[in-house]
C-alpha cells in the first residue's frame, strides 16, 4: 500500500534564508510524486511533478524537490523564502496501481519578517 | 475557461438533510474527483469518475453518491447529512488522456459545509 509521510506540520522560516519541507513515501510501485500549494482561504495548485524522469524536479516560484529513492524521499526546496512563499504544501503520491492519489496531512510554511 | 467552479461556496446543513455539491468543468476532461480536506488530514478522495458514466469509490465514500452524465459536470450528493462529514469539499479534474496517475490536477475553490 501507498502511503506519504510530511514530517513537519509547521515550518518557519525568515524572509531571504532556504525552505525545506520533507516528505516521505512508501509505494510498492514506481511513484509519481507531486507537490500542491494550497495559499489561504484558496484553492490547490500544482508547484512540481516528478514521473520518472529526471530526479531533480523544478517547479514554480522556484521551488525545486529532488526524488530520491533509496531513502524514499521527495523533499521540497527553495534557496531564499518570499513572503508570499506562506501558505500549506501537500506532497502527494501515486504509484499507478490504480487511479487514487494519496495526500499527505501538509506542512504550513510560516514566513518571517 | 473557467477551469473547475463549484457551488455552493458554503452551506449549512442540520443533521438528517440532504443536499448536492455541484462541480462542473469547462477542460473537457475526463477524470473527475472529489475529495474532502480535514484538519492535519490533508485530503482524502471521495469518488472518482474515469468518464461519464463511470464512477468509482475512493478512500471514504461512505455517506456520499456521485453520478456522471455527462464529461462536464460531477455532482456529490450527500443524502442524509451528519456532523462527520463537516469538511471543506473540492472537486478536481484532469485530462484523462494517458496515465492518470501522472497528470496534473485542477482544482475548483471548494465548498466549505458545515453540519449541525
Known amino acids: 500500500a501507498q502511503s506519504v509521510t510530511q514530517l513537519d506540520s509547521h515550518v518557519s522560516v525568515s524572509e531571504g534564508t532556504p525552505v525545506l519541507l520533507r516528505c516521505n513515501y512508501s509505494?510498492?510501485?514506481?511513484?509519481?510524486l507531486f507537490w500542491y500549494v494550497q495559499h489561504p482561504n484558496k484553492g490547490l495548485q500544482l508547484l512540481l511533478k516528478y514521473t520518472s524522469a529526471a530526479t531533480l524536479v523544478k517547479g514554480i516560484n522556484g521551488f525545486e524537490a529532488e526524488f530520491k529513492k533509496s531513502e524514499t524521499s521527495f523533499h521540497l526546496t527553495k534557496p531564499s523564502a518570499h513572503m508570499s512563499d506562506a501558505a500549506e504544501y501537500f506532497c502527494?503520491?501515486?504509484?499507478?496501481?490504480?487511479?487514487?492519489?494519496?495526500w499527505g496531512a501538509g506542512t504550513k510554511l510560516i514566513i518571517k519578517p | 475557461n473557467a477551469g473547475v467552479t463549484q457551488t455552493p461556496k458554503f452551506q449549512v446543513l442540520k443533521t438528517g438533510q440532504s443536499m448536492t455539491l455541484q462541480c462542473a468543468q469547462d477542460m473537457n476532461h475526463e477524470y473527475m474527483s472529489w475529495y474532502r480536506q480535514d484538519p492535519g488530514m490533508g485530503l482524502r478522495l471521495i469518488h472518482y469518475?474515469?468518464?461519464?458514466?463511470?464512477?468509482d469509490q475512493g478512500e471514504v465514500p461512505n455517506g456520499y453518491n456521485v453520478s456522471r452524465s455527462t464529461t462536464e459536470d460531477f455532482p456529490l450528493r450527500l443524502l442524509s447529512a451528519a456532523p462527520s462529514q463537516t469538511s471543506v469539499y473540492f472537486c478536481?479534474?484532469?485530462?484523462?488522456?494517458?496515465?492518470?496517475?501522472?497528470?496534473?490536477?485542477?482544482f475548483g475553490p471548494g465548498t466549505r459545509l458545515l453540519v449541525l
Open positions: 502527494v503520491v501515486s504509484d499507478g496501481s490504480n487511479y487514487q492519489l494519496i
Open positions: 478536481a479534474s484532469s485530462p484523462g488522456l494517458a496515465d492518470l496517475t501522472q497528470e496534473t490536477q485542477y
Open positions: 509505494s510498492s510501485y514506481s511513484p509519481s
Open positions: 469518475s474515469v468518464g461519464a458514466g463511470i464512477t
